[in-house]
């Protein structure tokens, strides 16, 4: 296979005398969908923080396209090709589709003192960058707040594609979503995937990992428990991985079925 | 759209009609209100001479001197802070600008551009406390509300032993910057309409034959000016939409890089930048300054932006709502002085728009955000 886009080599964690991370490893290739399991508490948001530029690591070595790099600030990340999508500070609701879509990277034009926001442009590129999204929009202003969690997502997708990212981080993206909004997500993820950007899943359910995901890295107290590739494990195998075994069978056992 | 088009949207999704899309705009309660209080005035005073020539002026003045620290505290607002120091900084500037030019022997340009300096500063301060502490800018600034009076009276008491600072006219004859904020443009025009008899002429005294309204003050050029300006900046730049950005969800903004912090000072400047115009257009038309000048035009100019339909919480907002708000709360406060009512009802009729424009704009939030 490919050689990955980044590569996380045992990232260390530590906030005072918490161990957020004890030793992380994990990559994403192009073209890949490489989901991150773990149940509340196991260090993911910690860690893609870490992959973001907003913490920065202990101890290990982050490597881009061969070259080891640290990020000072989630600035850097984004210059690096590193676009982070959060789950629920994607978008302004307030603001217009188009508005939010160039925020932070608004075109001009046009000679100081009448430099200018092209929004004349920017509508355009906005409207066709959703309908290759497959969100039909009523026009370039719809604010939005009129978008469904899903669509909310999808645009904040869209935007970081658009804008070259080589690696996409989503932070949960379907946990606060009905069963057609997710099934949505989903599609969008596989479509980015599609263009041969690496798409890094976080999520803590399994099924939607299961849909999309190319490989799958369960997180576990601050610690990888292994890598598997899709195909080499199934849905209950990474449940019991994810809550540490034991007492999560004897609860899907009286339960009956998998949570 | 085309059907094929629209049919692929979710079907729960009502159409919207156009009704609701006007709606939507911020401006609408502004122009509403607008053509409400014309209405109701021209019905109630319209023979009083509020529409003549002379009346027209009255409250275009008062009008322009909402709209200039309206659109201050609009941007401001939109960004998300709001700034309580406003009235305090209008008594403040004119003082500086008094003490320095009479007291201290400046010639007035000088200390007009000094003053405007020396309070953007101040606002700067204001605007990287509140960013700094991450403290709500209602406490910040009202502090300032009271620092700022407090050293106004001050040191207008300690370099001149009173309160009123007279003097100003003298300074400002010959002075360069002086007209730029008290003169008139197109005198000549008014006087060739006095002449022609469609405006009104003094028909006694000393200025026998001169018309009643001699030009346009250059308080109304600056307001216009800002409003322009301020709408221009709001929708059309870049900086425009970080204005916005910064004021809908911080955090958010950040995330992508806006840089929030310097938006919001720059707020902060701006608004006191408006209060200082406000004070030297007053300081140089009655020509003195007083230390308790701007009472109260924080809460004036804040009512002018949410009857001009922006949201208290920010990110929602337009500069052009916000001056038809300055120009309705004009309207009503000399419209009822006309109309020969009872003026201390102009603070209910206030109270009251305030409330219903409150009511509206949290309306309308919802139907933009779809909140249920």
């Known amino acids: ?30 073209g890949e969908c490489h989901c991150l399991l773990g149940d509340n508490g196991a260090g993911k948001s910690t860690f893609i923080k870490t992959m973001s530029g907003v913490h920065r690591p202990s101890s290990g070595q ?51 003192p009448f430099r200018n926001f092209d929004l004349k442009m920017a509508a355009e590129v906005t409207m066709s960058e959703m309908k290759k999204m497959g969100i039909n929009l009523r026009g370039p202003d719809q604010a939005v707040g009129t978008l469904s969690g899903g669509e909310r997502q999808t ?69 990888t428990l292994g890598t598997a590739t899709k195909g080499d494990v199934d849905a209950a195998r990474l449940q019991d991985m994810m809550a540490g075994g034991q007492e999560l069978a004897e609860l899907e056992s009286s339960l009956g079925g998998t949570i | 759209m085309t059907d094929a088009a629209s049919a692929a949207t979710d079907e729960r999704v009502k159409t919207v009609s156009p009704w609701r899309r006007a709606l939507i705009r911020p401006e609408l309660g502004g122009i509403c209100g607008t053509i409400l209080v014309f209405l109701l005035f021209g019905a109630i005073a319209g023979d009083s001479g509020m529409f003549k020539a002379e009346g027209i002026m009255n409250w275009t003045v008062v009008s322009a001197q909402f709209m200039i620290i309206a659109v201050g ?31 201290m022997g400046w010639p007035l340009w000088a200390a007009i551009l000094f003053t405007f300096v020396f309070c953007m500063l101040i606002g700067a301060l204001n605007g990287w406390l ?98 322009v300006l301020g709408h221009l900046l709001l929708t059309r730049t870049k900086f425009g939409n970080w ?74 907002g337009s500069v052009i709502g916000a001056a038809l708000g300055a120009v309705i709360f004009g309207v009503v406060q000399q419209g009822l002085f006309f109309a020969n009512a009872e003026s201390s009802l102009f603070r209910v009729f206030l109270g009251a728009i305030l409330l219903i424009a409150v009511i509206m704009n949290t309306y309308i939030r919802r139907i933009i955000t779809g909140e249920r």
């Open chain 1, 1 to 30: 296979m490919t050689t990955p886009i980044v590569e996380m080599r045992d990232i260390r964690k530590h906030f005072g005398h918490v161990i957020a991370l004890n030793g992380v490893s994990f990559d994403v290739r192009p």
């Open chain 1, 62 to 112: 982050m490597v881009i396209e061969g070259k080891p790099v640290t990020f000072e600030s989630p600035r850097d990340a984004m210059g690096a090709g590193i676009a982070t999508v959060y789950q629920d500070l994607a978008m302004i609701p307030l603001m217009s589709v188009t508005r939010n879509f160039w925020m932070g990277r608004e075109p001009e034009k046009g000679i100081w």
């Open chain 1, 155 to 223: 645009v904040a997708i869209a935007r970081a594609v658009y804008f070259g990212a080589k690696v996409l981080i989503l932070d949960e993206p379907t946990s606060a979503l009905g069963v057609r909004q997710t099934a949505n997500v989903l599609g969008t993820i596989d479509r980015v995937r599609k263009q041969g950007i690496g798409v890094v899943f976080i999520t803590h359910n399994v099924r939607h990992a299961m849909a999309v995901g190319d490989r799958f890295t369960v997180l576990n107290r601050g610690q």
């Open chain 2, 73 to 103: 505290a609009c941007l401001l607002m939109i960004a998300g802070e709001f700034d309580l120091s406003t009235g305090s900084m209008i008594g403040f500037s004119g003082t500086v600008m008094a003490i320095l030019s009479v007291h």
């Open chain 2, 130 to 227: 509140v960013v700094k502490t991450g403290l709500p800018s209602f406490i910040v600034t009202l502090a300032f509300l009271f620092i700022l009076r407090g050293l106004t009276i001050w040191g207008s008491v300690y370099f001149t032993r009173q309160t009123i600072i007279g003097g100003v006219a003298e300074k400002a004859q010959g002075d360069w910057l002086a007209p730029v904020f008290g003169g008139k443009i197109l005198t000549g025009f008014f006087t060739w309409m006095g002449e022609n008899g469609w405006i009104a002429t003094f028909t006694r005294g000393s200025r026998a034959g001169q018309p009643v309204v001699d030009g346009i003050p250059m308080l109304i050029v600056w307001a216009l000016l800002l409003v």
């Open chain 2, 243 to 316: 204005i916005f950005a910064a004021g809908g969800d911080a955090q958010a903004a950040r995330y992508v890089g806006v840089p929030v912090n310097r938006v919001k000072i720059s707020m902060f400047m701006f608004s006191a930048f408006c209060a200082t115009v406000f004070a030297t257009a007053q300081v140089v038309e009655f020509g003195s300054a007083a230390a308790d000048r701007g009472m109260l035009k924080e809460f004036e100019a804040i009512i002018c932006v949410v009857i001009g339909g922006a949201l208290l919480t920010g990110g929602y």
